[in-house]
Structure formats: C-alpha cells, structure tokens
C-alpha cells in the first residue's frame, strides 16, 4: 500500500530564517505531488506541483520554492521566512487521474 | 478563474438526522468530484468521490452529482457526533489539478 510522510509535524521560525519541509511517497512510482499551504480558518491553497523529477510548476508568487529531486521525494524551501508565511503546510500524492491524498502536514509558526 | 464554493457554516444538526452538505463550481470542464473530511489541526481525509451524474452511496455517506446544475452534494446519514469536522469539496480539471471549496463545518449536537 502507498503512504507518504511529511515532517516536521510542528516548526517555530524566527522571522527571516530558512525553511526546508520534506515529504515522500512509498509504495508508488512517478506519483503527482502537490504542496498545499491552508491559513488558520482558511481553504487549500496550491503553492507547487509536480508531474515527474525536476519539474516544478508555481501556482501562487511568493517567495517559497520547491524542488523533486528524486521520484519520490518532494521538498518546500525558503531562504527567508516571513510572518505571512504562517500556516499549515500539506504534501499530497495523485497517480495521474486518480484520487488526491495528503501527508499528516506540519504546522508553520514564523514569530 | 475556477471556484469552488460551500457555504462555510456551522451546520449544526442533531445526532441521528441528515446532514446536507453543498457545493458548487464554475469549471464546466471539471472531470471528478471529492469530498474530504478534516478534524481540527489533522489533514485532510478522503470520504467520498464521484465522476458521473447521480448517486453514489458508500455505507452512511451519499454524494450527489449534477453537471448540468455544476452541483455536487454530500449527505450524511444517521448523523454522529465524531462526524463533526469541516468538509472540503474538492474539484479536478482535466490539467490534474485540484480546485478546494472553503469547507462547510459541520457540527453534530448529542
């Protein structure tokens, strides 16, 4: 069966300091992979996407970026954390038209 | 641009009664249809999908599909407590990308 990981669960940054989440998939092979990010009280919102290594599409501008450099394997970054970027952060994995499935998420505090 | 839209809540109904959860979209392209269910502070779970016109049960859950009328429904039956939690509705186009709903919370009253 497929599972996929996400940590950390829970992260405090300071204001300006890097960020590097990680999520993979097991189980599956040339998965779709997504990273959501949801303000409290708020919807999904699709920060990056991608169909296969190294391709990354960019839903939203922001100074967030994101790289697959293995299959499985699918990394959210940031140089420099701002206040806004604040909020829980989810990894999802698709077989291509197939269902949409979320990692545990980790909860983002920048302070 | 494509939306998806509930109403947010709360949708309070008693324990053992029908829970009726909507949504609609505006992408007439959209292909398949999800329902999640999400407790506060966990991701988000699936409970339900439908890709056809009509209904599609699965133990106390129904989801309902109306392409004419871009209207997608959840119904929940025999309502309980645990079922309390806000329900995304979720969309996906033909480019296998997934457009959320805000999420209706829902809360099951003992």
């Known amino acids: 069966s497929q599972t996929i990981h996400q940590w950390p669960a829970t992260l405090v940054q300071p204001v300006g300091s890097p960020l590097s989440l990680e999520c993979t998939v097991e189980?599956?092979?040339?998965?779709?992979l997504y990273w959501y990010r949801q303000a409290a009280g708020r919807g999904l919102q699709l920060l990056f996407y991608?169909?296969?290594?190294?391709?990354i599409s960019s839903e939203v501008p922001q100074n967030l970026s994101a790289s697959r450099p293995q299959d499985r394997q699918f990394i959210l970054s940031s140089k420099k954390l701002l206040l806004s970027d604040s909020g829980f952060y989810l990894c999802?994995?698709?077989?291509?038209?197939?269902?949409?499935?979320f990692g545990s998420g980790t909860q983002l505090s920048v302070l | 641009q494509k939306e998806v839209e509930q109403n947010s809540g709360p949708l309070s109904v008693p324990e053992g009664a029908i829970a009726s959860l909507n949504c609609t979209y505006s992408?007439?392209?959209?292909?398949?249809f999800f329902w999640y269910r999400q407790y506060s502070g966990k991701s988000p779970e699936l409970i339900m999908f439908?890709?056809?016109?009509g209904d599609k049960e699965d133990g106390r859950f129904t989801a309902q599909l109306n392409k004419a009328s871009q209207y997608v429904s959840l119904l929940i039956r025999d309502s309980q407590p645990s079922d309390s939690a806000t329900y995304l509705c979720?969309?996906?186009?033909?480019?296998?990308?997934?457009?959320f709903g805000p999420g209706t919370r829902l809360s099951v009253l003992p």
């Open positions: 189980g599956t092979s040339n998965p779709n």
């Open positions: 999802a994995w698709m077989r291509p038209n197939e269902k949409l499935f």
């Open positions: 439908i890709y056809s016109n």
């Open positions: 992408d007439r392209g959209s292909q398949s």
């Open positions: 991608s169909v296969g290594i190294g391709q």
């Open positions: 979720a969309v996906r186009d033909y480019g296998q990308n997934f457009v």
